[in-house]
């Protein structure tokens, strides 16, 4: 489902300047080989790991792999403060700039500002001019997205609990990602290479051409026994009417189209256990069972499964 470094440099051009690599589902995309063609074309690279809070590949955190790392912080991830999200960069350059757009492009931009914080003496206040506070200087085109109290307290109080989080919202996803080879050739998941560590997001499903059923009928029928469910992304540019500015058609970008008509993705958070993860997977073979003549997989479990997907809406 990530990006495919096979197929990045027949798509650079003169204009390109950043290769952008997903980390979807929170699975690690392949970053040497990235890394290696944005050095030899000259090219930032910036890490979209909204959703592979905990995520490592090679023994580095995802995030820190590139020049710049994008984080979620929305309610649904492993690490919240309500909305909002973080960028990551081990290059000051860089970081100066993200703090002058996360205020409206202000010209004030230091890391830590003395005004704000003790009321102290700045030597940049004036920098532009006698009668210019460089609080006040609008350097850029920015934003409003400075985080707030309540947010940051909310975000805190969530590293407290990050790692009992991260290991098992991990163990619901490496469980259900083991037994799924059972529901071959119909339905497809990621795998974990030896290299690396999901980012337990939640497990995504992939319908595969071999199945008589439609995505609609799948998920109909895990809603009509509690088990929610969310749709992958569509592909931005072909299927989604806000790009269509960028002048790109349907069949552009083939797979990503795919996984927009026929993905879905099932929480696995960390309210959920064992006895609800096999409650899923029996749920899934038996509608299996019900579009096919074979016989019904049994999930063994050492509970007995719920009536229903306790823990409904949860990712």
């Known amino acids: 489902m990530n990006i495919d470094p096979h197929q990045i440099e027949e798509k650079i051009t003169d204009r390109t300047r950043a290769i952008m690599p997903v980390h979807l589902m929170g699975k690690p995309a392949e970053m040497d080989s990235i890394n290696d063609i944005a050095k030899h074309y000259g090219l930032f690279v910036v890490e979209d790991a909204a959703e592979a809070h905990g995520a490592t590949y090679k023994g580095n955190n995802v995030g820190s792999l590139a020049d710049m790392g994008a984080f979620s912080l929305y309610i649904a991830h492993i690490v919240t403060t309500v909305e909002g999200g973080i960028v990551t960069t081990d290059r000051s350059d860089f970081a100066e700039i993200l703090r002058s757009l996360r205020s409206h492009g202000r010209a004030c931009k230091c890391e830590s500002c003395v005004l704000n914080r003790s009321s102290s003496y700045c030597a940049k206040r004036f920098s532009y001019g006698d009668s210019m506070d460089i609080r006040f200087i609008f350097e850029r085109i920015g934003f ?82 509690g088990v929610d469910t969310r749709t992958l992304f569509s592909s931005m540019p072909t299927q989604c009417a806000g790009f269509k500015y960028l002048d790109h058609s349907l069949g552009d970008f083939p797979n990503a189209e795919y996984i927009g008509d026929q993905g879905i993705h099932i929480g696995v958070h960390q309210d959920i256990g064992r006895r609800e993860c096999d409650y899923i997977l029996n749920v899934i073979s038996d509608f299996i069972s019900k579009k096919k003549r074979s016989r019904r997989v049994k999930i063994v479990s050492d509970h007995q499964s719920p009536s229903r997907h306790s823990k409904r809406g949860k990712t």
């Not at 337990?200 to 059923?213: D, G, K, R, T, Y």
């Open 144 to 225: 409003s997205a400075k985080m707030n109290e309540l947010e940051a307290a909310i975000g805190i109080g969530n590293l407290d609990i990050y790692q009992k989080i991260l290991s098992k919202r991990r163990s619901n996803l490496y469980y259900l990602i083991s037994q799924f080879k059972l529901f071959n050739p119909y339905l497809a998941t990621i795998e974990k290479e030896p290299h690396e560590e999901i980012g337990p997001h939640a497990l995504p499903i992939v319908i595969q051409e071999e199945a008589s059923f439609t995505r609609r009928q799948f998920v109909r029928y895990l809603e009509k026994k």
